[in-house]
Nanobody, 123 residues
Framework: QVQLVESGGGLVQAGGSLRLSCAASGNIFSINAMGWYRQAPGKQRELVAH???????NYADSVKGRFTISRDNAKNTVYLQMNSLKPEDTAVYYCNAGVTYYSAYGYRTGDYWGQGTQVTVSS
């Protein structure tokens, strides 16, 4: 019923920037909190940044001051602007959203993940 599609990953040199996008589609009634997570090889998935439906944000300490999360509610899209990238930012980045959607059985709420996009930062 709901899909999240990410884009914007790639290879960049240390100190460079990338902007990730994640668009939600489907029978969406509303989107609650949205977030970006990442998982590096051999490590657990970790929260990078989070934004509520009202626009309140929080960040992992490791990315504060370098990454900015934002959302466009009209487009059902969340963004992650990543500046001053470091090799340790290399990971697969996933978006996540809590979505209320229409179904044949009425409104339902689910937690959805994108397929992931690779970000590689070279030193």
């Amino acid at each position: 019923q709901v899909q999240l599609v990410e884009s914007g990953g790639g290879l960049v040199q240390a100190g460079g920037s990338l902007r990730l996008s994640c668009a939600a589609s489907g029978n969406i009634f509303s989107i609650n909190a949205m977030g970006w997570y990442r998982q590096a090889p051999g490590k657990q998935r970790e929260l990078v940044a989070h934004i509520t439906s009202g626009g309140s944000t929080n960040y992992a300490d490791s990315v504060k001051g370098r990454f900015t999360i934002s959302r466009d509610n009209a487009k059902n899209t969340v963004y992650l602007q990543m500046n001053s990238l470091k090799p340790e930012d290399t990971a697969v980045y996933y978006c996540n959203a809590g979505v209320t959607y229409y179904s044949a059985y009425g409104y339902r709420t689910g937690d959805y993940w994108g397929q992931g996009t690779q970000v590689t930062v070279s030193s």
